[in-house]
């Protein structure tokens, strides 16, 4: 089925460790975007892209890296994890959020906790 | 720059009452907004969205929204909860006018109860 896929679904680590999150849509979208959902905070902006070859920060940018080599796949790096990101992340992808009908695609989630 | 504020963290009513969830925004120009819910354990699914057609938005599962500039407000309503719609429900603002391509910019969030 089309749509956004997040792997791994959960994740343990210990501090220090790195690790990527990836995420893949088979909808050609150009737009893909990477969130964190913390308690009473809704989610906030990490990193987005508007295409191949171009990202740019959002608003809790510090610790996280990506890249967008091809379309289809936007992973999220983080290079050395801290307890402070735990977390649920949310990768989500649309052609055009305000003219597609169905809005921005959600992946189901990836569950980090940092030890 | 664009915000969202969701005036409850928490709401709770019964099967078969009424549901307002509120939401008030901040925009320098007429934005884009939407209601998403997310269920437990689950991702997060469009409700309904507005973008500057009709001011009254209807969504999926008998939920609708009306856009009301004078108030800088953008309600979620349902006129009879069902057990099905505990969820939390988020508003969002996009952070381009309607039309361009930007970020989605979300409230906090509100928990919605439904005692039977």
């Known amino acids: 089925n089309a749509g956004v896929t997040q792997t791994p679904k959960f994740q343990v680590l210990k501090t220090g460790q790195s690790m990527t999150l990836q995420c893949a849509q088979d909808m050609n979208h150009e737009y893909m975007s990477w969130y964190r959902q913390d308690p009473g905070m809704g989610l906030r902006l990490i990193h987005y892209s508007v295409g191949a070859g171009i990202t740019d920060q959002g608003e809790v940018p510090n610790g996280y890296n990506v890249s967008r080599s091809t379309t289809e796949d936007f992973p999220l790096r983080l290079l050395s994890a801290a307890p402070s990101q735990t977390s649920v992340y949310f990768c989500a992808s649309s052609y055009s959020f305000t003219r597609d009908r169905a809005g921005a695609f959600f992946g189901q989630g990836t569950r980090l906790t940092v030890v | 720059a664009q915000s969202v504020t969701q005036l409850d963290s928490h709401v709770s009513v019964s099967e078969g009452t009424p549901v307002l969830l509120r939401c008030n925004y901040s925009?320098?120009?007429?934005?884009?907004l939407f209601w998403y819910v997310q269920h437990p354990n689950k991702g997060l699914q469009l409700l309904l969205k507005?973008?500057?057609?009709?001011?009254l938005v209807k969504g999926i599962n008998g939920f609708e929204a009306e856009f009301k500039k004078s108030e800088t407000s953008f309600h979620l309503t349902k006129p009879s909860a069902h057990m099905s719609d505990a969820a939390e429900y988020f508003c969002?603002?996009?952070?381009?006018?309607?039309?361009?391509?930007?970020?989605?910019?979300f409230g906090k969030g509100t928990k919605l109860s439904v005692k039977p």
């Open positions: 507005y973008t500057s057609a009709a001011t």
């Open positions: 969002v603002v996009s952070d381009r006018p309607p039309g361009s391509q930007g970020n989605l910019i």
């Open positions: 925009s320098s120009y007429s934005p884009s």
